[in-house]
């Protein structure tokens, strides 16, 4: 008989016309690494606000430590011992990594004055712990994604949980950050912790857990030991159906070069060069900090140059804003949908006519509602939104509805160039293969794509031609045939190819 | 619950306050409710409810504009010294709104090209244009004069059409133009999604700082429009004209459920909240409350809605 920390039975949650959860059953045991999986919208954040007191449950029990809990606020289930490091960082920029830590727990000495040299003394133990190697004086602003992540995970074990629930801990994470992270895992076991792992990587839930539980549109479909599943059959529990290919590779011609960047140099870019072509998906691979995203942004002009030009169609582009760039028919989905990709408080339609605003309206800018409604509406039957009408609240929606929504805003403006960064961050395996499935039309469309990504497989997958980026500058071009996973990650890092 | 049941929730929230206020005061002193009365406090409404429309815009991009009382009384006194000069009044009307478009969008200038917090941006040109006023009228009032011009421009605050005074049409002009302008068309639009994320605006292609600057423009412009009434009603104008009414503005914004950090919001709520301002300005005259007592009950009501609002947004 397994020993459970944690057990939670028949847990249900309504909100106002939707039933988010429904009879789930969900248990961990004491030292072991429990998967929760599930597409988007199958329920796993319900569930794990439920646990943390985020949400109250409408029935059903949690048992935790043996006995019946009930857990009224966040806080009440930290002071317990359940500490979640949630995937969108929570850190305050202008406080110091130890600052961060012991936020609110801060050691007191004489006068009830912070004890600085203890908060940095713990705070550097525990990110020596996780194999950081920084000094917790510094302001945690400074800091990578990768690294400000790892200070999350020090944060929830200077909290002593004996529960740690990680939301796509290794989604911002660098392959050397991942294996430190799962060592860390592996010792939090050994030391009879558990841990509740929720990812959309199934490799990484093969390597470090113990079992998985599946969830699907609220309702709990399977547990099982790792040892008897495999990739397939996880990925059909999650939708239901079998994915005979995970990247539906488009065959087909590329057209003839269509946008050229010559010379592209800022703060972030050294001379960058490179083309796309019509009915092309370019690949932009690299390593965190290798300049992706400040390409993309440098552009569409929201980033300045300092020397080079963009030419379209042998056409030079004078590009100085976003507004600029959409006007000439480019369009850019931001790899960070809730920061600056989306207005949150805005509804699906708002949030999807936001580019093209001006298409959809007429004398004195009075916008044409109706036909707005109309195309909105195009966009979510195309795409398969899942959102229970156009004026829904874009907050309210799933990871992977969300990032559809961001994609469907450019489209809307009708581009000829699409720029995609991480389009897949933070969606589940089924969402993911809509939105490749969607990216493939654009391009049989002959739309040009550059499709920015962390994820080699994708990138390889998706890519008819792969660019690689290191420090700001284009180490190399391959193109699919030649491509592997080898050749893209010694570009990455800075090695030629023999 | 989403945003459109918040909105509506915050929305009957403020009526209800309205409701009881009215409904209290009424008890104590029955001139409260005579036709007479009620206009009144429409027409000493209007200036309030006309600077918190376009105080309206600015709050609902995340800024704030402590400038308007300024421009209302530097608008006023050149007006008044435009219609005592002899010139045509509807020029002068004009011309008027014009100036205070320009200040504000100087305002708009100032944040967006100059990079500086709307608070410490628009508090120096209150100052400033505080102090551009009193040099203008060397700190005595200027009169508009008694000629045709002088009465005609005179009537925009003592006229009356069809038994309501004037400044009550204006403000239901304006009501009605900033409802459509904000629910109807693109800038209204813009206007809420800077508010709620300025950076995934500005990365859709939309020059948020013109939005921005606009936004200040309007909000100058109304304030001449009160600057104008002001005059006209008293047919001069002061130098002290409008200060502390910035207060006044954001409060009435403010008690209308808006947001003081964009974004949600909206122009019926500023209705109300005017309304409320001041319905509790002639309630507490009526019942003979001296002037200290007045500030005393205003302060509390504000804060008791506002903390009533933050308890139905948990």
Avoid at chain 1, 97 to 124: C, M, S, T, V
Wanted: aromatic letters at 6%; glycine letters at 12%.
């Amino acid at each position: 008989m397994p020993n459970y920390i944690l057990e939670m039975k028949n847990i249900s949650k309504e909100f106002p016309g939707v039933k988010a959860l429904d009879q789930v059953d969900f248990k961990v045991q004491e030292g072991g690494v429990m998967a929760l999986l599930g597409e988007n919208g199958a329920g796993k954040s319900t569930l794990m606000k439920i646990l943390t007191g985020v949400y109250e449950k409408t029935s059903g029990e949690i048992r935790y430590m043996g006995s019946p809990v009930e857990f009224r606020n966040p806080r009440e289930s930290q002071i317990s011992g359940i500490a979640i490091i949630h995937q969108e960082l929570n850190l305050l920029p202008e406080l110091t990594i130890g600052e961060n830590i012991f936020l609110g727990r801060e050691p007191l000495g004489f006068a009830r004055k912070i004890n600085w040299h203890q908060l940095y003394n713990d705070a550097g133990k525990l990110l020596s712990r996780l194999g950081v190697m920084e000094d917790p004086r510094r302001p945690c602003g400074e800091l990578s994604v990768g690294q400000q992540q790892m200070v999350e995970i020090a944060k929830a074990l200077s909290l002593d949980a004996k529960i740690i629930i990680m939301d796509e801990p290794t989604d911002a994470l660098t392959d050397k950050e991942t294996q430190q992270l799962f060592k860390v895992i592996a010792e939090l076991k050994a030391e009879g912790r558990s841990i509740i792992y929720i990812s959309h990587r199934l490799k990484e839930i093969f390597e470090i857990c113990d079992a998985v539980t599946v969830l699907r549109d609220g309702r709990f479909i399977g547990e099982d030991a790792v040892e008897k599943l495999t990739e397939d059959s996880l990925i059909e529990m999650m939708v239901g159906r079998r994915l005979t290919e995970q990247f539906p590779r488009l065959e087909g011609n590329v057209g003839k070069p269509f946008l050229e960047v010559k010379g592209l140099t800022n703060r972030y870019l050294k001379n960058v060069s490179f083309h796309v072509n019509k009915s092309e998906i370019l690949g932009v691979a690299g390593l965190m900090g290798s300049g992706r995203t400040e390409l993309a942004k440098t552009i569409i002009g929201s980033l300045g140059k300092a020397s080079g030009s963009i030419y379209m169609d042998q056409q030079s582009l004078e590009i100085r804003s976003p507004e600029d760039a959409i006007k000439l028919g480019i369009a850019y989905v931001s790899e960070d949908r809730k920061g600056n990709g989306l207005v949150l408080g805005l509804s699906v339609k708002e949030n999807m006519s936001l580019s093209s605003l001006k298409a959809l309206t007429g004398f004195m800018g009075i916008i044409d509602k109706g036909q707005e409604a109309e195309r909105a509406q195009h966009y979510i039957k195309n795409m398969s939104i899942k959102t229970p009408g156009l004026n829904q609240i874009v907050k309210n929606l799933s990871g992977g509805n969300q990032q559809k929504v961001s994609i469907a805003k450019c489209l809307m403006s009708q581009p000829k160039v699409l720029i995609l960064d991480e389009p897949t961050r933070g969606v589940d395996v089924g969402a993911k293969k809509e939105i490749y499935e969607l990216i493939n039309a654009f391009r049989r469309e002959g739309m040009s794509i550059i499709m920015i990504s962390s994820e080699i497989p994708e990138i390889l997958g998706m890519s008819d031609r792969i660019l690689v980026m290191h420090e700001g500058a284009v180490k190399g071009q391959l193109l699919r045939d030649e491509a592997t996973q080898e050749k893209i990650l010694r570009y990455a890092v800075g090695m030629g190819v023999q | 619950m989403d945003k459109n049941n918040i909105d509506r929730l915050n929305k009957y929230k403020s009526i209800i306050l309205l409701i009881v206020f009215s409904g209290i005061i009424a008890i104590i002193n029955p001139r409260f409710l005579t036709m007479s009365n009620l206009l009144n406090i429409l027409r000493q409404t209007s200036v309030n409810a006309i600077i918190a429309a376009g105080m309206t815009f600015v709050i609902l991009t995340g800024g704030i504009d402590l400038s308007v009382g300024s421009i209302l009384a530097i608008v006023g006194a050149i007006a008044a010294s435009l219609v005592a000069g002899g010139m045509n009044w509807m020029l002068v009307i004009l011309l008027s709104c014009f100036l205070g478009a320009i200040i504000g969008l100087l305002n708009g200038y100032i944040i967006t090209k100059g990079k500086v917090q709307p608070f410490i941006a628009t508090l120096a040109t209150m100052t400033l244009l505080r102090g551009a006023t009193l040099v203008f009228t060397d700190g005595k009032p200027i009169s508009i004069g008694y000629d045709a011009g002088a009465l005609k421009f005179a009537g925009f605050g003592t006229g009356y059409f069809m038994g309501i005074p004037i400044p009550i049409y204006i403000t239901l002009i304006v009501f009605g133009l900033v409802y459509y302008v904000l629910r109807q068309t693109r800038f209204g639009r813009y206007v809420y999604a800077l508010g709620g994320n300025e950076e995934a605006t500005a990365l859709s292609g939309i020059n948020t700082k013109r939005i921005k600057a606009y936004v200040y423009g309007i909000s100058g412009l109304l304030s001449a429009v009160a600057g104008i009434i002001i005059t006209a009603r008293l047919s001069s104008a002061q130098s002290q004209a409008g200060s502390g009414y910035e207060l006044d503005a954001i409060a009435a914004v403010v008690l209308g459920g808006t947001s003081l950090s964009g974004g949600t919001g909206g122009i019926l709520g500023t209705v109300i909240g005017a309304l409320i301002i001041g319905i509790l300005n002639n309630g507490l005259n009526l019942m003979n409350v001296s002037s200290y007592y007045q500030l005393l009950a205003k302060g509390l009501v504000i804060l008791i809605a506002v903390l009533l609002d933050r308890k139905a947004k948990q």
